[in-house]
């Protein structure tokens, strides 16, 4: 991503780590649909009910749709009269008949050029503003990542001059199944997974899901994911050139420097850490660190913690929108990266939470194996089971951890201290101060069942004044999103 670190990263504020002070920037819950709702509404996953990818688990039900979505951020936008343009991926389940088929179209978008169901490159389906519109396996016609580029450049040069606009694009990439575009498919043809920190490392002391991976992996997971790892990395060229294109794009309509622009994904993503071959849905960093890059007005170079439920309240803090208005449990960070325009201090903890997924029934290909589980493969490794339900707090001032409790017959915990062991090898339950402990555990209690303004009372964070100098601001705006598997 090389023209996207260039315009993004070098032009503005990237939230990557520090040596010294831990800067990330993290996912509420480590699945696409969860994570997904928690950027669209700016709240935690128990309070937009979005339990995993399925419409049992709240997936664009139309119990979301007539909750959540209905109070999501585009509503809002809409309000301060932005013509509102979507692309790409929204909800695994989007499009289903079950939910409202295609012509479902969530409020807030002028513009909705939806991907029906699951990412897929080439023969998929989208809703074009409520209309059913079939693609085929045309390198030209329907590749996704170019098509959401070439529509959302005619909605640029379509739109009106007179008020401000917001772009959220969503291409499949680097999602599975790794579809890169012709001219790219022989790129990184000697590019491996990093063999670095937990990889091909035993789950010692980690929850029975983490023990259960054969330790040294098998050369087939090996070469399975070595093999995901690099058509991942040709996906996301046809991204590096989306996002190229269409910041040329803005400059040439001097639109440029009063343009934020947001590059971030879903989900972080392992390969091969702990012995776990490919997925996320884990509790580690790999799985709940994501990237974030920020350009544009007074935005200066900062590493701060943010998560992805401030997206949302952050985007309606830009475009001038009264914030005590929303319902969210997320919070702006314009102060964090642009404190000219706002006051503000970083939250000093947050929560981490996910439900896991299993099957009622024996996966027929690993018969070793009992029911409750998902996700077996390669090799039968199962990357998800029931039980792999947990809740975290992951803390930065004072203490640099992460305490986690797993909601099972073991009430399994498991706490690491992310200064002296970053890659999160050792679980120091054991060795923990007893006070620390019961201190993490009350937080993890509060947050786990906070709603809106009490989510950020629990961290002390301070309301932010709205300075006169950016009282009339309405900057435009895109978010792109990329589907991390």
């Known amino acids: 991503m090389k023209k996207t670190k260039t315009l993004i990263g070098d032009a503005g504020a990237t939230f990557l780590n520090a ?39 709240n997936c664009s039900s139309l119990l979301w749709q007539k909750g ?17 343009f979507f692309a790409g991926k929204y909800l695994n389940q989007y499009g289903r008949k079950e939910a409202g088929d295609v012509g479902h179209v969530p409020p807030g978008w002028d513009q909705w050029h939806a991907l029906v169901g699951n990412s897929q490159y080439y023969n998929y389906t989208l809703s074009v503003n409520g209309k059913e519109e079939k693609h085929g396996d045309s390198y ?3 590749y996704l990542t170019d098509l959401i580029l070439n529509r959302s450049l005619s909605f640029l040069d379509a739109k009106n001059g007179k008020h401000p606009f917001f772009l959220m694009l969503s291409p499949p990439a680097p999602h599975s199944p790794w579809t890169a575009a012709p001219q790219y498919q022989k790129e990184f043809s000697d590019v491996k997974a990093p063999r670095d920190g ?17 330790n040294p992996m098998s050369n087939s997971s090996l070469n399975f994911l070595d093999d995901a790892y690099r058509k991942r990395w040709q996906t996301l060229i046809s991204v590096d050139d989306m996002v190229d294109t269409l910041v040329k794009k803005l400059d040439n309509m001097k639109e440029l420097d009063n343009t934020y622009i947001f590059y971030t994904s879903d989900n972080g993503y392992h390969t091969g850490q702990f012995s776990l071959p490919i997925d996320k849905r884990q509790l580690y960093e790999f799985d709940i660190r994501i990237p974030l890059m920020v350009r544009g007005p007074g935005i200066k170079p900062k590493q701060a913690p943010v998560l992805n439920i401030d997206l949302a309240p952050t985007i309606l803090d830009i475009s001038g929108f009264n914030l005590s208005l929303v319902n969210m449990d997320g919070q702006s960070f314009l102060s964090q990266m642009a404190p000219s325009l706002r006051n503000g201090t970083a939250r000093p903890f947050f929560l981490v939470e996910y439900t896991g997924e299993g099957h009622p029934l024996q996966d027929p290909a690993c018969p070793k194996l009992g029911p409750g589980l998902s ?36 009430s399994f915990v498991e706490v690491y201290n992310l200064t002296s062991d970053p890659h999160q090898l050792e679980n120091i339950l054991k060795k923990v101060d007893p006070t620390l402990l019961q201190t ?20 002390s964070q301070t309301t932010r004044s709205r300075a006169d100098k950016a009282a009339g601001m309405r900057p435009k705006l895109w978010l792109e999103d990329t589907a991390n598997h």
């Open 198 to 214: 937990s990889f091909n490392k035993p789950g010692k002391d980690k929850h029975w899901l983490l023990r259960q991976p054969v």
């Open 140 to 142: 030209e016609k329907d």
């Open 68 to 84: 959540p979505e209905s109070e999501a951020f585009p509503l809002y936008l809409r309000k301060q009269k932005y013509q509102t």
């Open 440 to 459: 993490m555990n009350q937080r993890l209690i509060k947050l786990q069942s906070c709603v809106g303004s009490s989510c950020h009372d629990i961290t």
């Open 375 to 410: 996700q077996c493969f390669p090799d039968c490794v199962c990357e998800d089971a029931y039980n792999n339900t947990y809740a975290c707090v992951r803390t930065f001032v004072e203490h640099n951890l992460q305490y986690c409790e797993f909601a099972d017959s073991e």
């Open 19 to 57: 040596v010294i002070v831990p800067s990330f920037f993290f996912t509420a819950t480590p699945l696409c649909c969860p994570s997904r709702s928690s950027i669209l509404t700016g709240r935690y996953p128990h309070n937009h009910a979005v339990r995993n990818n399925s419409l049992s688990g």
